[in-house]
């Protein structure tokens, strides 16, 4: 994506941009003009309704890397990343159970202030510590994703392309506070959700006439893109059944019951009910949605199809292979690529006959042939990867997260290309606007008024609290240059989370069920759990990630209850 793109970006386009980006901007700063006290600048007013919270949690979630990443994960991968969410409706089920009413009951501003109440002062601040290590790398990511469209487009410094996209989020984050952050997603989720749909309709409209929405899927499924569930149980497959019913829902019981960036979203809510119906309804509402930004994926798989496309969509990366000795490697892997085009365009021809006329032996003839096809594109491909891979120093040379893109730029008429823009553009703003408000309210909640500078007025800790979000937001941009050392951007963030969360999930899961089990218990198990886990994600398998959010729990809560059982009620 050179130079050679910037063109596709018209003045309409520019206008349809900016104009939204700025409307949400002043919209956030307008709604929470009369913010006064820290109190309500970190928790919000509390007087939320579900609709708000069940928006603001589902925009949490809905990055940047939603609207990137995923489409690309179903274009190469198919249909198989929606088993990471099976998972989802069983968290949200427990959590309103369990532990809203705890959370309510307590009247909390974070998670971690009811660990006080429960352990210690040394555990609130362990596990703040611990999600303000995750959260903090999980917010540059969402920054970096973006900002990859920027780059790409004018070939701007990553580190400034960084700046100009965190600047305004913190702008009206420092403004409005959480209060802010939850007002402005209700519209960013609108615009959002828009775009999603209007992407999928675009795509479908842009296949050869002819060709449905029950052709393309079809035609998808012949080579495995249309497979949602797999059944078969693999340690080491990211991806089944048993891993997104099992492993996800360890993972989404602490993103959602213990990450202050999704607890701060429904403990503004107006009563414990309007909470309740919130997570309840981005619960069932998300894996609708996650199928739907997959399916887009997979008809631009299917577009490609029928529309030539390069055989590396990183053109970036692809410049950097010219004047080398890979570039004729290279050219050669191409020529053959555009070579399994044309002949594909043949097959998919007697392919389509065969469904018009019912012939079951040509269809299946033909999608044999576009089976192997599929497979040879796709060996030419990793050959391509490892060519580039050859001349960058750092980062990844796989492209999945820069396939929409293309199309964006490429196939999408001038206005529309500016609100899908504007999309990815609010899909980052919401989820970096709900880190930083959770980054601050942790940091000056937890650390800095408990532990660092306690019993000051409300007006110091109102000014700490926007000092806090501007630094945090100095973090993130400076991180984010880095964040393009991960093969996958949305596959970076789970795995990342999964490195912390099964350690903290067993801290209140410890906190929650286990009565008998004091501070220094627990301590000592989160801290030797999170050892092991590291050990096993850098040393071990990273692929089996999912895993160990159950692990993690399941050590804290074993390790704490035999610490507290057979050492510490013994002395």
């Known amino acids: 994506m050179g130079a050679d793109q910037v063109n596709c970006m018209q003045t309409l386009d520019w206008f349809v941009l900016v104009g939204t980006l700025a409307f949400v901007v002043l919209y956030g700063i307008w709604r929470t003009r009369n913010l006064q006290s820290s109190e309500n600048f970190l928790a919000g007013k509390r007087d939320l309704k579900w609709w708000t919270i069940g928006l603001s949690i589902m925009a949490t979630q809905a990055s940047a890397i939603t609207f990137?990443?995923?489409?690309g994960q179903g274009f190469a991968d198919g249909m198989q990343f929606v088993q990471f969410y099976l998972g989802m409706p069983i968290a949200m089920i427990f959590l309103v159970v369990f532990v809203l009413p705890i959370y309510y009951n307590l009247r909390v501003t974070t998670a971690y202030e009811f660990l006080e109440q429960r352990f210690d002062l040394r555990m609130r601040s362990l596990t703040a510590l611990l999600f303000l290590v995750q959260r903090g790398v999980a917010a540059a990511i969402s920054i970096y994703a973006p900002s990859i469209i920027l780059c790409a487009v004018f070939g701007w410094n990553l580190a400034l392309t960084n700046f100009l996209m965190a600047i305004f989020v913190v702008i009206y984050t420092t403004s409005g506070g959480s209060a802010a952050v939850s007002r402005t997603q209700e519209l960013q989720m609108t615009i959002m959700m828009g775009g999603l749909l209007m992407a999928f309709f675009m795509v479908l409209n842009k296949l050869p006439e002819g060709v449905d929405m029950s052709e393309a899927w079809n035609l998808a499924g012949v080579t495995g893109k249309t497979q949602a569930l797999d059944w078969s149980f693999d340690w080491h497959d990211r991806y089944n059944v048993w891993s997104g019913i099992l492993g996800a829902t360890f993972l989404f019981l602490s993103y959602f019951g213990t990450d202050q960036s999704q607890v701060g979203r429904y403990l503004s809510g107006k009563s414990l009910r309007e909470s309740r119906f919130g997570l309840l309804f981005n619960g069932f509402i998300k894996i609708p949605m996650q199928f739907l930004v997959l399916s887009v994926g997979v008809m631009v798989y299917v577009f490609f199809q029928f529309n030539p496309s390069p055989l590396y969509y990183n053109q970036a990366n692809r410049a950097k292979?010219?004047?080398?000795p890979l570039e004729a490697p290279f050219q050669r892997l191409e020529a053959r690529n555009d070579s399994l085009f044309l002949v594909k365009q043949s097959v998919l021809k007697d392919y389509l006959a065969g469904r018009q006329t019912g012939d079951e032996a040509m269809q299946q003839k033909a999608g044999a042939i576009l089976v192997s096809i599929d497979k040879e594109r796709s060996d030419l491909h990793t050959q391509a990867e490892n060519l580039v891979k050859q001349t960058i120093t750092g980062g990844d040379a796989k492209d999945k997260d820069y396939v929409f893109i293309h199309f964006i730029l490429n196939h999408i008429p001038s206005g529309l290309i500016g609100l899908m823009l504007a999309m990815i553009f609010c899909a980052s703003w919401s989820t970096?606007?709900?880190?930083?408000?959770?980054?601050?309210?942790?940091?000056?909640?937890?650390?800095?008024?408990?532990?660092?500078?306690?019993?000051r007025d409300d007006t110091h800790y109102f000014r700490a609290s926007r000092i806090t979000t501007v630094l945090w937001g100095v973090f993130i941009m400076v991180f984010a240059t880095y964040a393009d050392l991960f093969d996958n951007l949305i596959q970076a963030v789970n795995m990342i989370g999964s490195i912390f969360y099964g350690t903290i999930l067993g801290i209140f899961f410890t906190a929650f069920f286990l009565k008998k089990v004091k501070g220094t218990a627990v301590f000592y198990a989160a801290v030797v759990t999170e050892a092991i886990i590291m050990y096993?994600?850098?040393?071990?398998?990273?692929?089996?990630?999912?895993?160990?959010?159950?692990?993690?729990?399941?050590?804290?809560?074993?390790?704490?209850?035999?610490?507290?059982?057979?050492?510490?009620?013994k002395r």
């Open 321 to 324: 292979v010219v004047g080398t």
């Open 432 to 455: 970096t606007a709900s880190e930083l408000s959770a980054l601050t309210a942790t940091t000056v909640s937890d650390i800095y008024r408990r532990s660092i500078a306690p019993g």
């Open 536 to 569: 096993l994600f850098f040393m071990v398998d990273k692929d089996a990630y999912l895993w160990y959010n159950p692990l993690g729990c399941g050590l804290v809560m074993g390790i704490s209850w035999l610490l507290q059982t057979l050492y510490l009620d």
């Open 68 to 71: 990137l990443s995923t489409p």
